[in-house]
């Protein structure tokens, strides 16, 4: 039984919206995503579905929004913060992220993490035809200088994890739910 962004194969369902980002599933079912997903002892186990939110039906009840905790933790910065950062807590800067990152990959929460190039940054515009604009920017005083993805039990754990980043003491550090698949 699975359900792709629209149908449930092999099972019969009654899906209820409650708000837009909270779907609950009134049958026997318990929805895994593509990264990580629940075995039948209730276990995280890594899945292989190239379709990065497509939910396997399994065994139990639960709700969708319980499976499906990926948050983004955007990190911004500027150049007045990097510098701050540099210059101040560059040492517990790096340890921070080596801390979080190895703590994340052995329980299994950690899907990716990058820091982003500032340099080469480019913009794509296509309104009345294919407009590419080099970057950095002059006018530009925040950008994102990385990324983490997660896959948590709660949005209070995402921001657990992006409270225990340098940078948040500098600059914003933003957490952001991943959309849940169309109905």
């Known amino acids: 039984m699975v359900w792709t962004g629209g149908s449930v194969v092999g099972?019969?369902?009654s899906v209820q919206m409650k708000s837009m980002y909270s779907i609950s599933w009134s049958f026997a079912c318990r929805c895994v995503n593509s990264t990580y997903?629940?075995?039948t002892s209730g276990q995280r186990v890594k899945t292989r579905c190239p379709h990065s939110l497509s939910?396997?039906?399994a065994v139990g009840h639960a709700s969708l929004k319980e499976f499906?905790?990926?948050y983004m933790i955007l990190i911004h910065t500027s150049a007045a913060s990097d510098l701050a950062i540099r210059s101040e807590?560059?040492?517990?800067?790096?340890?921070?992220h080596g801390a979080v990152i190895g703590e994340l990959s052995i329980t299994g929460e950690l899907i990716d993490t990058h820091e982003l190039a500032v340099l080469g940054a480019k913009v794509v515009r296509t309104n009345g035809g294919l407009s590419v604009t080099n970057?950095?920017?002059a006018e530009t005083t925040e950008w994102v200088g990385g990324y983490y993805i997660v896959d948590v039990a709660s949005e209070d754990r995402a921001i657990e994890i992006a409270a225990r980043f340098v940078?948040?003491?500098y600059a914003a550090v933003e957490v952001r739910a991943f959309a849940l698949p169309p109905l």
Do not use: D, I, N
């Open 167 to 169: 940078e948040a003491r």
């Open 135 to 137: 970057g950095p920017f």
């Open 37 to 39: 997903g629940m075995s």
């Open 68 to 70: 499906l905790l990926k």
């Open 55 to 57: 939910l396997y039906v």
């Open 11 to 13: 099972a019969v369902a």
């Open 89 to 96: 807590a560059f040492a517990e800067f790096e340890a921070a």
